[in-house]
C-alpha cells in the first residue's frame, strides 16, 4: 500500500491565486512528521514545511501553509499568491517515529501562469 | 544552515566503468546519510541507509554490490555505482541527518548527480 498518496500530477494556477496541493498518507505509527519540499527543474529539493502528528496547529511558513486533516490522513500543501517561481515539483514526504528516513509520495507539477 | 554538497553534479560515463558520487555535510556532522534515486517525472526512491561506520542498509530490490556505500566520516558519504549499464542513468540524490533535537528537523540535500551512461 502506498504510504504517501498524491492524487494530482499536474496543478495550473493564475498568478496571484492559491493553490492546493493534496497529500494522503498512511501510518499505524502515532507519531510522524509530514513534509512538503519544492523541486524546481535544476533537481535541487527546497524544504517547505513541516506538521508534526502531536500539533495541535497548522502549520504555517509564509506564502505556505498545511492544511492538517488528521481523522482523515490528509496533509494538503496551501500556496497562497502564487508566484512564478513557484513552478516546479513538489513533494509530499512522511517519516515515522524515530527514523529519519523520509518516504516520498509522486509528486505534483505546478505550472504557474500570468 | 545546513549544507550538503553533492559532486559531481552531472557525469557521463561509458557502459562497464564504475562512478563514484560524494555527499558531504558541509557544516554539520551527518550520523546518517541517505542515498535516492529519480527517474525522470518521478518520485524520490529511497536505496539505502548509511550509518557512519557501519554497513548500509539497502532497500529492498536495491543490489548492493551494484551500489556501493561508503559512509567512511561524519561528513561524507560515496555511493559507486558498479559497472554501469545505460540503465543505471538516472538522477542520484544525497540526504544527510545530523543528530536530532527535534521532530521537525528536515533532512538536508545535496543537489544530485545526473548519471548518464553510454
Known amino acids: 500500500a502506498q504510504k504517501i498518496t498524491q492524487t494530482q500530477p499536474g496543478m495550473f494556477v493564475q498568478e496571484k491565486e492559491a493553490v492546493t496541493l493534496d497529500c494522503t498518507y498512511d501510518?499505524?505509527?502515532?507519531?510522524?512528521?509530514l513534509f512538503w519540499y519544492k523541486q524546481p527543474s535544476s533537481g535541487e529539493m527546497i524544504f517547505l514545511i513541516y506538521q508534526g502528528s502531536y500539533d495541535q496547529q497548522n502549520a504555517t511558513e509564509g506564502r505556505y501553509s498545511l492544511n492538517f486533516q488528521k481523522a482523515r490522513k490528509s496533509a494538503n500543501l496551501v500556496i497562497s499568491a502564487s508566484q512564478l517561481g513557484d513552478s516546479a515539483m513538489y513533494f509530499c514526504a512522511m517519516r515515522e517515529g524515530n527514523t529519519d528516513k523520509l518516504i516520498f509520495g509522486t509528486g505534483t507539477r505546478l505550472q504557474v501562469f500570468p | 544552515g545546513a549544507v550538503v554538497s553533492q559532486h559531481p553534479s552531472r557525469v557521463i560515463c561509458k557502459s562497464g566503468t564504475s562512478v563514484k558520487i560524494e555527499c558531504r555535510s558541509l557544516d554539520f556532522q551527518a550520523t546518517t546519510m541517505f542515498w535516492y534515486r529519480q527517474f525522470p517525472k518521478k518520485s524520490l526512491m529511497l536505496m539505502a541507509t548509511s550509518n557512519e561506520g557501519s554497513k548500509a542498509t539497502y532497500e529492498q530490490g536495491v543490489e548492493k554490490d551494484k551500489f556501493l556505500i561508503n559512509h567512511a566520516s561524519l561528513t561524507l558519504s560515496t555511493l559507486t555505482v558498479t559497472s554501469a549499464h545505460p540503465e543505471d542513468s538516472s538522477f542520484y540524490i544525497c540526504?544527510?541527518?545530523?543528530?536530532?533535537?527535534?521532530?521537525?528537523?528536515?533532512?538536508?540535500f545535496g543537489n544530485g548527480t545526473r548519471l548518464t551512461v553510454t
Open positions: 501510518t499505524s505509527d502515532p507519531s510522524y512528521g
Open positions: 540526504s544527510a541527518s545530523q543528530w536530532r533535537t527535534s521532530n521537525n528537523s528536515p533532512l538536508h
